[in-house]
T-cell receptor, first 112, second 112 residues
Framework: DQQVKQNSPSLSVQEGRISILNCDYTNSMFDYFLWYKKYPAEGPTFLISISSIKDKNEDGRFTVFLNKSAKHLSLHIVPSQPGDSAVYFCAANWNAGNMLTFGGGTRLMVKP | DTGVSQDPRHKITKRGQNVTFRCDPISEHNRLYWYRQTLGQGPEFLTYFQNEAQLEKSRLLSDRFSAERPKGSFSTLEIQRTEQGDSAMYLC??????????FGSGTRLTVV
């Protein structure tokens, strides 16, 4: 049972435009959500996170939105740059637990 | 500190052989985690340690998998009697007690 799902395996965007990556979850106990970015041959690196008490968190070009009623979060990247091309994973945990549950990832390609 | 180090980066082994992977966390991090990532999937939690104590191991995939962190510093993950289905990327991460993960680059295991 996949508790965190990323339904788009890939996304292609033109440089300078907005990239929107989506993530859905089923476990209503999740209260903390994270996005990681992964380049080939490297481990995932933390990008941005959001607590369930918020509905938006912004860090530079990256904004995460959380819709608790829909059990949906999204990552917006504006403007997209070719260096953003990577696989993006959303992850969730609850009660400050130590186990992260990851989605399957979305491969973002930003075309120059 | 150079981050989380994993060794080896790649391992090819014959079915039925035992393999051991090593992870050196960031030195001031108390917690150490092991995840497995198969092709097209997100990382899947296996186990974690706080200092030398293994606090969660129910997610280890079978009794062929075991992990140790004998002195609360580096950790090893052993897979006995490897099977082709064990082929995956094995990721290690570390964190302070309150704080985010830093992942290593992983060990890619291929069982032939």
């Amino acid at each position: 049972d996949q508790q965190v799902k990323q339904n788009s395996p890939s996304l292609s965007v033109q440089e300078g435009r907005i990239s929107i990556l989506n993530c859905d979850y089923t476990n209503s106990m999740f209260d903390y959500f994270l996005w990681y970015k992964k380049y080939p041959a490297e481990g995932p690196t933390f990008l941005i996170s959001i607590s369930s008490i918020k509905d938006k968190n912004e860090d530079g070009r990256f904004t995460v939105f959380l819709n608790k009623s829909a059990k949906h979060l999204s990552l917006h990247i504006v403007p997209s740059q070719p260096g953003d091309s990577a696989v993006y994973f959303c992850a969730a945990n609850w009660n400050a637990g130590n186990m992260l549950t990851f989605g399957g990832g979305t491969r973002l390609m930003v075309k120059p | 500190d150079t981050g989380v180090s994993q060794d080896p980066r790649h391992k090819i082994t014959k079915r039925g052989q035992n393999v051991t992977f090593r992870c050196d966390p960031i030195s001031e991090h108390n917690r150490l985690y092991w995840y497995r990532q198969t092709l097209g999937q997100g990382p899947e939690f296996l186990t974690y340690f706080q200092n030398e104590a293994q606090l969660e191991k129910s997610r280890l995939l079978s009794d062929r998998f075991s992990a140790e962190r004998p002195k609360g510093s580096f950790s090893t993950l052993e897979i006995q009697r490897t099977e082709q289905g064990d082929s995956a990327m094995y990721l290690c991460a570390s964190s302070p007690i309150l704080g985010g993960y830093t992942f290593g680059s992983g060990t890619r295991l291929t069982v032939v």
